[in-house]
C-alpha cells in the first residue's frame, strides 16, 4: 500500500531562518503530490502541488517544493519564515490508477518564534 | 464563495451511543469525502462519493460507519455503536469533479468518545 512519511515531527525555528520540510512517499508510479497547511484554529488547505512538468513548484506566502522522482521525495521549502507560518504541514499523494485517494503524512508542527 | 461547512463543530459522547456529523460541500461541487483525523496522524480517507454514489469506501469500517449523500449535496456520516478509538477529528472535503481536482477542507468536527 502507498504511503508517505514526514520525518520531521516538529520543527522549531527564528523567524527568518530557513525551512525544509521533508517528505517521502512509496510508490512507483505517476504521482500527484501536494502541501496542505493548517494554520491554527482554521481549515487545511492547499499550499502548493505538483501534477507535471517543471519539478520545482512555487506555490503561496513564498513557499516552494521539489519533486524529486530518483528521491520520491517532495521536501517543501522557504527562505525564510515569518512567525505566521506557526502551522502544522501536510504532505499528501494521489496515485494516478485506480481510485486516486489521497494519502497524507503524519504531519509536521513548526513553531516560528519571533 | 462559502467554503464546505460541517456540524457539529464539537461532541462528546460516551462509548456504545450514536452520533452523525453533517456536511454540506461548496456549492456545485459533484465529490465529496469524508475523512477521520486521529490526534498526532495525517486525514485517513474513509468514503467517497461522486454526486450521490460512493466511489471508494474500503477503509470505512462498515460494522459501526455509515454515510449517505442524498440528492447529491449534502452529506451525513453515521458512526453506531461508538468505540474508544473512534475519538478523532472528522473532516469533510469537497472538489469540482473528480478525484483531480482540488480538494477544499471544512473545518472538521472533533468527537471524543468517553
Known amino acids: 500500500a502507498q504511503s508517505v512519511s514526514q520525518h520531521n515531527h516538529h520543527v522549531i525555528l527564528s523567524e527568518a531562518a530557513s525551512l525544509e520540510l521533508g517528505c517521502n512517499y512509496s510508490y512507483g508510479g505517476t504521482v500527484n503530490l501536494f502541501w496542505y497547511v493548517q494554520y491554527p484554529g482554521q481549515h487545511l488547505q492547499l499550499l502548493l502541488k505538483?501534477?507535471?512538468?517543471?519539478?520545482l513548484v512555487k506555490g503561496i506566502k513564498g513557499f516552494e517544493a521539489e519533486f524529486i522522482k530518483s528521491k520520491f521525495s517532495f521536501n517543501l521549502r522557504k527562505p525564510s519564515v515569518q512567525w505566521s507560518d506557526t502551522a502544522e504541514y501536510f504532505c499528501a499523494v494521489r496515485e494516478n490508477t485506480g481510485f486516486q485517494k489521497l494519502v497524507f503524512g503524519t504531519g509536521t508542527r513548526l513553531l516560528v518564534s519571533p | 464563495e462559502a467554503g464546505v461547512a460541517q456540524s457539529p463543530r464539537y461532541k462528546i459522547i460516551e462509548k456504545r451511543q450514536s452520533v452523525a456529523f453533517w456536511c454540506n460541500p461548496i456549492s456545485g461541487h459533484a465529490t465529496l469525502y469524508w475523512y477521520q483525523q486521529i490526534l498526532g496522524q495525517g486525514p485517513k480517507l474513509l468514503i467517497q462519493?461522486?454526486?450521490?454514489?460512493?466511489?471508494?469506501d474500503s477503509q470505512l469500517p462498515k460494522d459501526r460507519f455509515s454515510a449517505e449523500r442524498l440528492k447529491g449535496v449534502d452529506s451525513t456520516l453515521k458512526i453506531q455503536p461508538a468505540k474508544l478509538e473512534d475519538s478523532a477529528v472528522y473532516l469533510c472535503?469537497?472538489?469540482?469533479?473528480?478525484?483531480?481536482?482540488?480538494?477544499?477542507f471544512g473545518p472538521g468536527t472533533r468527537l471524543t468518545v468517553l
Open positions: 505538483y501534477f507535471s512538468g517543471d519539478p
Open positions: 472535503a469537497s472538489s469540482l469533479a473528480g478525484a483531480t481536482d482540488t480538494q477544499y
Open positions: 462519493f461522486q454526486n450521490n454514489g460512493v466511489v471508494d
